[in-house]
């Protein structure tokens, strides 16, 4: 009987050597066994025997608990990354790229990426995407960097999708989309640009910035610094300034267009505005002097600002005085009408012309 009892408990050690607590435990109830040995008949060795018969069941316990903890991570895990499975395609180098609507697994088993495979099918993320080479085709042209990850406030739904301003895709098919992507520089210089380097301290300076951002997520000035990089703010459009031969380094505080203004959608617009197109580091601003506003299209301006004076009355111009009118000698009433068959007596038509007239009255003689 002490012999067995020895077995049983190197035989438990070996079982539960993965797990140090229980080991520990077992290791603990030998020096009982060996006073079982000396004196078998005594109530502490029953005990120690039904110690031992609860650590086993204790073990296997955990054992069966660690193996639905296993199983269920990986059941969570496989929930985290939602998607499909796709089994035909119209190209098979671009599965995902060219999936049939009509091809996606609808059953349980298959639809799940552990399965999908077992199915003749190919997996497909679903998920929300942010960053694309073609904004207006980002579920085709995805950015691996622009894909919201799993478990992100982003990825949970179409929703928090939109929230994030992104676009919630069923299949997510990661291409760049090639002349998208090669005028994107060309577009964010106009409009401002996330510069990543430059060989030069003045990295948004013309023609200084070695890497622009490309992609749409850091290629805006809100993610610009999140993305490692430093915003330039493009060109501007310069409707009032100073000097017409150096507007961008004469420009009046309120004479630069806002980003949301028709003249600074581009050159073309802002040529229509009578503006100058002018990088932002290149405008410098003066202060505006109300008496000399230069504005595009202006004439040059006279100092003396004689030209916006109102008269102030008759004056020379006017072709004869009152007095010298003809009148009859004994009129006692209004004159006759100013307008002569020759015309040369002509009055304005209307005291809004800025002229008044009141006929002299006639001399005693």
């Not at 904004?135 to 994030?164: D, L």
């Not at 005028?183 to 070695?210: L, S, V």
């Not at 932002?280 to 004689?306: A, E, L, R, Y």
């Not at 003809?326 to 002229?355: C, V």
Request: net charge negative; proline share 6%.
């Amino acid at each position: 009987m002490v012999q067995f009892a020895k077995t049983f408990v190197l035989a438990l050690a070996c079982v539960v050597a993965s797990d140090a607590e229980p080991a520990l435990e077992a290791l603990d109830a030998l020096p009982a066994d060996d006073a079982c040995s000396a004196n078998p008949s005594r109530e502490e060795c029953s005990a120690s025997f039904r110690q031992l018969r609860g650590l086993s069941v204790r073990a296997e316990a955990r054992e069966h608990g660690k193996r639905n903890a296993s199983e269920a991570e990986e059941e969570e895990s496989e929930e985290d990354e939602p998607g499909v499975c796709c089994f035909s395609s119209e190209d098979k180098n671009d599965v995902c790229g060219t999936c049939y609507p009509s091809s996606i697994a609808t059953d349980a088993q298959c639809s799940r990426k552990s399965q999908c495979g077992a199915c003749g099918g190919s997996w497909c993320r679903s998920g929300c995407v942010m960053g694309a080479a073609d904004p207006n085709r980002k579920c085709s042209t995805a950015f691996e960097t622009g894909i919201a990850k799993a478990g992100t406030y982003c990825a949970k739904g179409k929703t928090s999708c939109a929230s994030c301003n992104g676009e919630w895709c069923q299949i997510i098919a990661s291409k760049k989309a090639g002349k998208d992507t090669e005028d994107a520089p060309q577009r964010n210089e106009d409009h401002g640009f996330c510069c990543y380097h430059a060989d030069e301290d003045n990295m948004c300076a013309p023609g200084i910035c070695t890497d622009i951002a490309t992609d749409a997520t850091c290629s805006t000035e809100k993610n610009c610094a999140d993305c490692g990089g430093t915003w330039c703010a493009g060109k501007k459009c310069v409707i009032a300034f100073a000097d017409k031969k150096n507007p961008c380094g004469t420009a009046y505080a309120s004479g630069v267009a806002a980003n949301d203004n028709y003249c600074s959608h581009s050159e073309t617009s802002c040529s229509n505005c009578a503006g100058a197109w002018c990088y932002d580091t290149d405008i410098k601003f003066v202060n505006q002097d109300k008496d000399d506003v230069g504005k595009p299209g202006d004439d040059d301006h006279s100092s003396d600002g004689g030209d916006d004076e109102a008269p102030e009355g008759p004056s020379d111009e006017f072709p004869e005085d009152p007095a010298d009118a003809d009148f009859p000698d004994d009129a006692d009433g209004p004159p006759a009408s100013s307008n002569d068959t020759d015309g040369s007596d002509t009055k304005p038509s209307s005291p809004a012309d800025g002229w008044s007239f009141a006929p002299a009255e006639p001399k005693d003689d």
